[in-house]
């Protein structure tokens, strides 16, 4: 499968944690990487290789993996974290690159 | 910390080409995946293609998005750190915010793989209007 699926928004107290998930088949054999994008801005690394964060992204972002789905969380979501998020992996035959449709958080 | 820097031609007619380049600063230009990537307005990411080049900054490939293989081209001039997009006969529905980025690719060693888009650009708008 080339797909990635994503929920399109997802709602959350502020203070509270939430978490995002991507499901698809290629996520089985590539890890996901996440993106935050506010608006008119590019996108963001925030997590990647599983659990991973670049320099600079709040420790309160963090990832997980089960089966087919990738999971973003953010514990104690701050007002500045309301913004779309996008995982992206390559597909199942590892020849193209795909991402998901994205996830609106409102905070 | 390597940045992106990106230009090219905003405004675009019908069955015009759209030419893009990303310039690598501050960073090494072999081992990644050089990468385009679009949003088109209120629209998800939509990936383009990439331009590989190994660790000894030998050419290794390009993929493209199958649905724009027949239009797409995308080529690297290592001695610039520059890589580019070429998109042929271009429609409104190129319409669109390009990014470039760099796309870093490995084997994990289990049998799994790890693949991410850490630095990206800022982004170029690209409107075909007639």
């Known amino acids: 499968s080339s797909e990635l699926t994503q929920d399109p928004t997802v709602s959350v107290a502020l203070g509270q944690t939430v978490t995002i998930t991507c499901q698809g088949d290629?996520?089985?054999?590539?890890?996901a990487g996440w993106f935050q994008q506010k608006p008119g801005q590019a996108p963001v690394l925030v997590v990647y290789n599983n659990n991973k964060r670049p320099s600079g992204i709040p420790d309160r972002f963090s990832g997980s993996y089960s089966g087919n789905t990738a999971s973003l969380t953010i514990t104690g979501t701050q007002a500045e974290d309301e913004a779309d998020y996008y995982c992206n992996s390559r597909d199942s035959s590892g020849h193209h690159v795909v991402f998901g449709g994205g996830t609106k958080l409102a905070v | 910390q390597e940045q992106l820097q990106q230009w090219g031609t905003g405004l675009l007619r019908p069955s015009e080409t759209l030419s893009l380049t990303c310039a690598v600063y501050d960073g090494s230009f072999s081992g990644y995946y050089w990468t385009w990537i679009r949003q088109p307005p209120g629209k998800g990411l939509e990936w383009i293609g990439e331009i590989n080049y190994r660790g000894d900054n030998q050419f290794a490939g390009t993929k493209y998005r199958p649905s724009l293989l027949s239009r797409v081209t995308m080529a690297a001039d290592t001695s610039k750190n520059q890589f580019s997009l070429s998109l042929t006969s271009v429609t409104a529905a190129d319409t669109a915010v390009y990014y470039c980025?760099?796309?870093?690719?490995?084997?994990?060693?289990?049998?799994?793989?790890?693949?991410?888009?850490?630095?990206w650009g800022k982004g170029t708008t690209v409107i075909v209007s007639s």
């Open positions: 290629s996520l089985r054999t590539y890890y």
């Open positions: 980025a760099r796309g870093v690719g490995y084997s994990s060693g289990w049998g799994n793989y790890y693949y991410y888009l850490d630095v």
